[in-house]
């Protein structure tokens, strides 16, 4: 069974930091891509990153780059957002997710619709104060 749990979010002021991690089970780590979505109060659900556990490609979306960076680490079938500069507009609920796949290289619009990714993590809150 395929096993996503999500952690690190948290209340934060605006300029700092947080770290999310997503830990992954119950499947093939390297043969997967994970991505990391966010759903703020009355919008849709948007891809902010991805990775690829096979070759550690890696995307993100325009609103997050500069600022926030995902990295994997194989051994412990994890997956991190570090996020830099953090801004009012990033308040959200964060949700990891994975989808069998290899390099996202060329792949962007992968992460452009979530319904791509069949797995999903039950979310982490976090907020932005101004």
């Known amino acids: 069974e395929v096993q996503l749990v999500e952690s690190g979010g948290g209340l934060v002021q605006a300029g700092g930091s947080l770290r999310l991690s997503c830990a992954a089970s119950?499947?093939?780590?390297?043969?997967?891509?994970i991505g990391w979505f966010r759903q703020a109060p009355g919008k849709e659900r948007e891809g902010v990153s991805c990775?690829?556990?096979?070759?550690?490609?890696?995307y993100y979306a325009d609103s997050v780059k500069g600022r926030f960076t995902i990295s994997s680490d194989n051994a412990k079938n994890t997956v991190y957002l570090q996020m830099n500069s953090l801004k009012p507009e990033d308040t959200a609920v964060y949700y990891c997710?994975?989808?069998?796949?290899?390099?996202?290289?060329?792949?962007?619009?992968?992460?452009?619709?979530?319904?791509?990714?069949?797995?999903w993590g039950q979310g982490t809150q976090v907020t932005v104060s101004s």
């Open positions: 119950g499947f093939t780590f390297e043969n997967y891509a």
């Open positions: 997710a994975a989808v069998p796949w290899g390099s996202i290289v060329g792949s962007s619009w992968l992460i452009s619709t979530p319904t791509n990714f069949g797995s």
């Open positions: 990775i690829s556990n096979s070759d550690g490609s890696t």
